[in-house]
């Protein structure tokens, strides 16, 4: 389900800045050579998370699921000086690819990259984090969040992608399919956890940002 009509949608890039010619690059490629292209952030939500970054101004980002790297290389644009995105993914295949583009975008020094199961992943990375990205397998995003709050500094975030799952979760329980639930139980578990405060932002898929109090 698309929440905005084609036309608005349109207008709602149109207003929205371009993004840098490496990440165009990187989205063509991406549509071109890898296995479901949709996974990726593309223009719009790019700019958002470019633009979150830029405001919170983070020196440690953990993202889980880097995917080909778009969302990483839009994270990082947002770093202080001598900051670094941590990025964690299962798939060893796109290693290289994103390798290739992390280097074209000017950030060797500034991301970290991660193959491997992120739950076993996470507790090696000795870092305390201003953002966590969660963009992941939807059945894990609870265990994330449990894994990651203790190493996230008070006043920073967590940012859960893909939680309004093309509106499936508004399907009632005994339809839902098991990431559909997983995506319910997330959103219901943020807001009664009093150790943080959130709003859920309707951009794209849905992003459930949690501010550590
Ligand atoms: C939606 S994509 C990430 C998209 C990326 N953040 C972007 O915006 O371009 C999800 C990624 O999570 C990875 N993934 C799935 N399960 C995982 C796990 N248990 N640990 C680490 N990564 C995982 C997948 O391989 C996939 O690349």
Known sequence: ME??????????EDNTE??????????????ANVLVPRM??????????SMLSK???PKQILEIGTYTGYSAICWAEGLVAGGMVHSIDINEEIKDMVDR???????????????????????????TFDIVYIDADKENYSNYFDEVIDKV????????????????????????????????????????DDRVENVLLPIRDGLLVARKK
Not at 40 to 49: D, K, T
Not at 103 to 113: C, L, M, P, S
Not at 158 to 186: F, H, P, Q
């Open 101 to 127: 583009y992390i280097e074209e975008a000017g950030i060797r020094n500034n991301v970290t990259q991660y193959i491997g199961n992120a739950l076993s992943i996470i507790p090696q990375i000795n870092e």
């Open 153 to 192: 500094h008070a006043g920073g975030f967590i940012i859960a992608d893909n939680v309004l799952w093309s509106g499936k979760v508004l399907e009632t329980s005994d339809t839902r399919d098991e990431d559909t639930e997983a995506l319910v139980a997330y959103s219901k578990k943020i807001r009664e």
């Open 40 to 49: 990726i952030a593309g223009h719009y939500q790019g700019r958002v998370i």
């Open 55 to 57: 405001m919170i101004k």
């Open 3 to 12: 929440f905005l009509e084609d036309k608005l949608l349109q207008y709602i």
């Open 18 to 31: 371009q993004e840098p010619e490496v990440l165009k690059k990187l989205y063509r490629e991406t549509y």
